[in-house]
């Protein structure tokens, strides 16, 4: 069965670490997205890349920075982690031109104290 | 850059009710997708559908890009239906890449 990974269902970390939080995908998918889910506010996109080595900003890239150094693996970084950054992160995954193959991981819930 | 409206916020339903959920979005867009959040996180694509109408089992949906707007309907509503449905587009040009509106949560009780 196709599928997302994520690495942890659920994170807690102090204020200030260097947070990494990865997603591995095995369906040779071009594109890898990194949103963050808060109540009330739907999916934000944070980064995402279409190729290896390629990034581009989402909505709210501050305060985080990702790595596409495979083609399946995808993974976002906090540098210094924030209370305010406490919430569910989901990977995603498509084929290029092809949207409605977008595939969500299961998520990982981070809590920042 | 986009913005995507989705409506009711919330919604609460009798096993075998029907209902619509709408989503409004800003500007033209290349995709439009519903999905469904369940209770424990996990996201599914329901429908690919930036226009027209299409049906799968007791769900439809139906996009008049036209109008910018585009409705799911839950027949039949079922316990396991309950979730989160979330509206996504791609604005002309986007990369690929979707922007969700807030969500409808559904609650089904029996």
């Known amino acids: 069965d196709v599928k997302v990974t994520q690495s942890s269902r659920y994170l807690v970390k102090r204020t200030g670490e260097k947070v990494f939080l990865e997603c591995v995908q095995d369906?040779?998918?071009?594109?890898m997205f990194w949103y963050r889910q808060d109540p009330g506010l739907g999916l934000r996109l944070i980064y995402f890349?279409?190729?290896?080595?390629?990034?581009e900003k989402g909505d709210i890239p501050e305060g985080y920075s990702v790595s596409r150094e495979k083609k399946e693996r995808f993974s976002l970084i906090l540098e210094s982690a924030s209370t305010n950054q406490t919430s569910m992160y989901l990977c995603?995954?498509?084929?290029?031109?092809?949207?409605?193959?977008?595939?969500f991981g299961s998520g990982t819930r981070l809590t920042v104290v | 850059g986009i913005q995507v409206e989705q409506s009711p916020p919330d919604l609460i339903l009798q096993e075998g009710a029907n209902s619509t959920l709408r989503c409004n979005f800003s500007?033209?867009?290349?995709?439009l997708q519903w999905f469904h959040q369940n209770p424990w996180g996990q996201l599914i694509n329901l429908f690919y559908i930036p226009s027209g109408t299409k049906q799968n089992g007791r769900l439809s949906a139906t996009t008049v890009a036209t109008e910018r707007y585009s409705l799911l309907y839950i027949s039949s509503s079922q316990t396991t239906d309950s979730g989160v449905y979330f509206c996504?587009?791609?604005?002309?040009?986007?990369?690929?890449?979707?922007?969700f509106g807030a969500g409808t949560r559904l609650a089904v009780h029996p």
């Open positions: 995603a995954s498509s084929l290029r031109g092809r949207n409605y193959g977008y595939t």
């Open positions: 369906m040779d998918h071009e594109n």
């Open positions: 500007d033209s867009v290349n995709n």
């Open positions: 996504a587009v791609e604005g002309v040009g986007g990369y690929n890449k979707l922007i």
């Open positions: 890349s279409y190729d290896v080595k390629m990034k």
